[in-house]
Nanobody, 123 residues
Framework: VQLVESGGGLVQPGGSLRLSCAAS????????MSWVRQAPGVGLEWVSI????????YYTDSVKGRFTISRDNAKNTVYLQMNSLKSEDTALYYC?????????????????WGQGIHVTVSS
C-alpha cells in the first residue's frame, strides 16, 4: 500500500489549501480514508474520515465548517479542502487507512500512512 500526499505549503491566516492523497496497492473503493495531523511538539490528532462510497464524512470539532473531505474513487484519491485556515492548523498532515483497533473513527493508529505533508499557516 502506498499513500502519497501533495498540496501542502505556506498560507496566510484565513487562506485555503487543498491536500490530495493518491493511493495505490489497495482496494480504494472499499477503504475508509482518514486525515490525521501532528502539530509541532504535540501528539497525533485525528482530523477527518470519509467512508468508502463517500456517503458519510466526520470531522474533529476544531475543523468542522472549515475543512471538507472528499474522494474520487475513479482516481484512487482522497482530498482535504481546508478553508479559513488558522495558525493552530499548522501541522504535518497525513492520510491513513486501516485503523489497527478496528474502530472506524476517531483513530490515530493505522496500518498504512502517507509520508506526511507540511501545512504552515502564518503571516
Amino acid at each position: 500500500v502506498q499513500l502519497v500526499e501533495s498540496g501542502g505549503g505556506l498560507v496566510q491566516p484565513g487562506g485555503s489549501l487543498r491536500l490530495s492523497c493518491a493511493a495505490s496497492g489497495l482496494t480504494f473503493s472499499s477503504s475508509y480514508m482518514s486525515w490525521v495531523r501532528q502539530a509541532p511538539g504535540v501528539g497525533l490528532e485525528w482530523v477527518s474520515i470519509i467512508y468508502p462510497d463517500g456517503t458519510y464524512t466526520y470531522y474533529t470539532d476544531s475543523v468542522k465548517g472549515r475543512f471538507t473531505i472528499s474522494r474520487d474513487n475513479a482516481k484512487n484519491t482522497v482530498y482535504l479542502q481546508m478553508n479559513s485556515l488558522k495558525s493552530e492548523d499548522t501541522a504535518l498532515y497525513y492520510c491513513a487507512t486501516d485503523c489497527r483497533s478496528g474502530v472506524i473513527w476517531p483513530c490515530t493508529d493505522f496500518d498504512y500512512w502517507g509520508q506526511g505533508i507540511h501545512v504552515t499557516v502564518s503571516s
